[in-house]
């Protein structure tokens, strides 16, 4: 058995579901435009610089998930799924994923995107049947607004994706070639502990990485 390991944002889409899930409800008029959307940038900058604070923006992006009714946040999500997202996913992207699920591999995002956000795209969009993400606090059926565990962000993708195997009753070793296809350097960790990392329409730092270390380079775009 094979394993491939996908990054969501950037990777599969072209595009950033994090951002864009806060400016479409800084649209909506949910959150305040003035002081939510220079929030959202600044973060958003951050993350491409490598110096993101995770839990500080996860206090950011999960807290309206706590300030609404599920019934309204899934109605806002349809939404943004069918007008934001799926322009964002290309043939290219999808023939891929079909091209891995065809060959009998085990397919999985991993993603630092919370799971509220990412679920119905990677299930209902993209058809891949596992999802590897930071998962929103509940409490009662309702978000708290904070994380729950490791967030699935940089080594806590691999701890994220250790326990997920491990639920399945496997483990790396179950598998004879591994691959994990991402465009950020956030992602070096994950990269470097499969046998076949791909660089994705990559980042600056991580196209000199994969350069230099014989990486496939290629483009979903």
């Known amino acids: 058995m094979n394993l491939v390991l996908f990054d969501l944002d950037n990777t599969l889409l072209a595009g ?84 891995h699920l065809d060959g009998g591999a085990l397919v999985a995002v991993v993603t630092a995107t919370n799971s509220f956000v990412t679920g119905p795209i990677v299930l209902g969009e993209l058809g891949i049947p596992h999802l590897v993400a930071t998962i929103p606090a509940q409490e009662g059926g309702a978000f708290t607004g904070k994380p729950r565990g490791m967030p699935a962000f940089k080594a806590g993708k691999i701890e994220r994706v250790d326990n997920w195997l491990e639920s399945l009753g496997l483990h790396w070793g179950s598998f ?46």
Request: no cysteine; proline share 5%; charged share 30%.
């Open 176 to 221: 004879e070639r591994s691959w994990f296809y991402s465009d950020s350097h956030n992602d070096l960790p994950l990269m470097t502990r499969v046998t076949s990392p791909v660089a994705v329409d990559p980042d600056d730092t991580l196209r000199a990485h994969a350069q230099a270390a014989g990486w496939p380079v290629i483009s979903l775009r």
């Open 16 to 99: 950033d579901s994090d951002f864009e899930w806060a400016q479409f409800l800084i649209r909506k008029g949910v959150l305040d435009r003035e002081v939510q959307e220079a929030k959202n940038v600044q973060f958003y900058e951050q993350y491409k610089a490598g110096t993101l604070d995770i839990f500080e923006f996860l206090d950011f992006q999960l807290a309206p998930l706590a300030r609404h009714p599920r019934a309204q946040l899934d109605a806002w999500h349809r939404e943004f799924v069918e007008t934001t997202i799926r322009p964002m996913i290309t043939d290219k992207a999808r023939a891929l994923v079909r091209q």
